[in-house]
């Protein structure tokens, strides 16, 4: 398959009072047509810096992206003008934002925030931007279209303001969307029906899906592939079969051993990650999970480890990557 975005050495700061915060440093990665791809790690470790810098919207001053490459359908966005990167946005790449109140307008009608974008986009009239807006409000399963997009997001379920998201993402066709934390304040039996939407309209679309999530257990069944994020760096890539059979980083040890597992004991207890997320605008020396990390050896603490090949397509940023026994998360 084609590359549809590729990612090469990307850089984000933020200036501070008396520092600079390194939010996104020095991560590379691509997705193909049609895939899903998961960005996963804690809050504050840059993922959804990433996403934002991908969209061109990241708030200048304070942050700014100090290097790097992001080349979508053949073009280096950081090198587009405002003016090109709004053609892009909305139209070629979608974005599901975390939380839908915040990014829907209370005072707007569904109507008119979801056919301003069409018709910007895809030059239709009035009529037929309304057209298309019911048949994507149909498309993700929301009941009696017509007469819903009369009504404001506060009239709205969470689930179903996510729903209204998803369609204003897929409306213009757009090859990529980035879902940032979809499902985050949804119940467990919503975000199950929001992702699988979500999956299967993408598959149906030939869309590449990007989800970005702090939970492992969550991308379990939807994502292709999974990148590990921790302290602005990505520090484990894989497929998802890679990464869930066989972690070779401590971190991702940790994220896993911190899910239930229904294959479990009912005695077994969930195995916290100690220690608190590093200050990004004071990051250890070394390997930046050290002070966190059971397994920890004197290199991890002087030297930042270097991105080490392992089986497939599986790879890790760890010195003892290949000492880790498989199954130790379990």
């Known amino acids: 398959m084609t590359e549809i975005l590729q990612i090469h050495n990307l850089r984000t700061y933020f200036r501070g009072e008396d520092t600079v915060v390194k939010a996104v440093d020095g991560i590379s990665y691509g997705i193909e047509e ?32 100090e290097s790097g490459q992001i080349i979508f359908d053949g073009h280096d966005l950081l090198t587009l003008s405002n003016s090109e990167i709004r053609k892009v946005r909305g139209a070629k790449i979608g974005m599901v934002f975390q939380e839908p109140m915040s990014s829907l307008n209370p005072v707007l009608s569904v109507e008119r925030q979801m056919t301003e974008g069409i018709r910007l986009h895809l030059g239709l009239t009035k009529q037929q931007a309304r057209t ?7 498309t993700v399963q929301i009941p009696d279209a017509d007469s819903q997009l009369k009504r404001h997001p506060h009239m709205f379920s969470g689930g179903m303001r996510q729903r209204l998201m998803i369609a204003m993402a897929l409306s213009c066709g757009p090859q990529l969307i980035i879902a940032d ?150």
């Open 34 to 65: 049609g895939e899903t791809l998961a960005i996963v790690g804690e809050s504050g470790c840059g993922k959804s810096v990433s996403a934002l810098s991908i969209l061109g919207l990241i708030p200048s001053p304070p942050g700014w992206i």
């Open 132 to 138: 298309r807006a019911v048949e994507m409000l149909e």
């Open 181 to 330: 934390e979809p499902t985050t304040a949804l119940d467990v039996t919503v975000q199950a029906q929001i992702l699988d939407l979500m999956k299967q309209l993408c598959q149906e679309n030939n869309v590449a899906l990007m989800i970005i999530t702090h939970n492992l257990g969550v991308v379990a069944r939807y994502a292709d592939r999974i990148n590990i994020m921790y302290a602005g760096k990505i520090i484990e890539q894989g497929t998802a079969r890679e990464i869930y059979r066989s972690p070779k980083h401590p971190y991702t040890l940790g994220l896993l051993g911190s899910i239930p597992r229904l294959d479990g004991r009912q005695s077994d207890k969930l195995q916290p990650i100690e220690g608190q997320p590093p200050d990004l605008g004071d990051l250890p020396s070394g390997c930046h999970f050290n002070p966190r990390c059971q397994y920890a050896i004197e290199k991890c603490t002087i030297e930042y480890p270097p991105f080490i090949d392992l089986d497939g397509s599986h790879r890790a940023a760890c010195w003892i990557s290949d000492e880790l026994r498989t199954g130790a998360a379990h």
